[in-house]
């Protein structure tokens, strides 16, 4: 496809989806709950032949180099078409917030004000590896009332395309547009550079995917940008905590999958239980074969580990996402050094304290600037399937319009709206 043939094509799939998004904004709850059980069905059903096309994605990846982790994000499992089945069953189950009237008041003047959720319009998505995120993407887009243009990784274009057309017959099942949800087919890079310059028909861009992707989107987009650059998330090993407990969620959130943004890539742990949770949980990192790049009091402690494969930290690994079996370890002095530690060296997306304390705990909470702080519990839960917002599209972490795992509200707006009763302003 050269260039003026991808110009036009960008073009008419932005017109196409401005259209769509009209008749997706009027569409009732029912309607859209329709598509999306339409579409959970259809997932099921059609196992065998989404695995044949992503066979071939599988194929051309392995041919192609690409690291184990790489290859893994690419499978559509009977695992994953099932989560993805399920996320859209739960998004036509939860309430329809698209026209909800929000904080009406009664002004001196008489006027009532207040705000009213409606869709933004059309968004662009721009993704790297995972298919899934197609499922995701589009029933978050029909369940918001919005149309949206998705663009996935050239490396999954053939289950990508799968997966499209079943979008499509479940929108033409439920009697939606359906060019409500497009695919841009070809792989050609030059057709990002169109989607992300064309304020006439896209509201806003979402890019999922590796840092350089976010940092030439956000540099080069004349449309907004929901986005996240890093996953450097962090879990805080608190004095006093459950020692047994933190060594078994301190695990879970860097190992049970290495390559999500939400796995805590820096342990922090309060010195006062140091020499008692730095052997243990050094012993599992050991036997799992994850590397720990320590400060040297956490070395030290670390030494008496079987195997442990240690190295000392630089300043760049306070800072880095590993998506790899890899983490930084640092010993603090507490919960106020950790904080101070976390705030500087993190991206933003998601942090976990342990603890026994709960002034502690509520200290943490409001302190650290990130989306997502949790209390006694594994960065891996940072899902908008398991926050229950159905799926998400992403993770946000702006602090402006939408932060954390951007879900049905994260893809709204609000306006004004005001009721009067011949009221004129003197």
Known sequence: MNALNIAETMQTLGLQAKVASAQMARANAAVKNKALLALARLLREQVEPLQVDNAKDLERAVANGLSAPMVDRLRLTPKVLETCAQGCEQLAAMPDVIGEILGMKQMPSGIRVGQMRVPIGVFGMIYESRPNVTIEAASLSIKSGNACI??????????????????????????????????????DREAVGHLIAMPAYVDVIIPRGGKSLIERISREAKVPVIKHLDGNCHTYVDDPCDIAMAVTVADNAKTQKYSPCNASESLVVARGVAA???????????????EMRGDAEALAILQQVPDAKLVAATEQDWSEEYLAPIISVKVVAGVDEAIAHINRYSSGHTEAILTRDHMHAQQFLREVDSASVMVNASTRFADGFEYGLGAEIGISTDKFHARGPVGIEGLTSLKYIVLGEGQVRG
């Open 276 to 290: 008692d949770f730095l052997p243990q949980i050094g012993a599992i990192y050991a036997a799992k074969g994850v």
């Open 150 to 187: 998705l663009r996935g990784g050239s490396e999954a274009i053939e289950s990508n395309k799968a997966l499209a057309r079943l979008v499509a017959q479940a929108l033409l099942e439920a009697g939606l547009p359906e060019n409500a949800v497009q695919l841009v087919q070809t792989t």
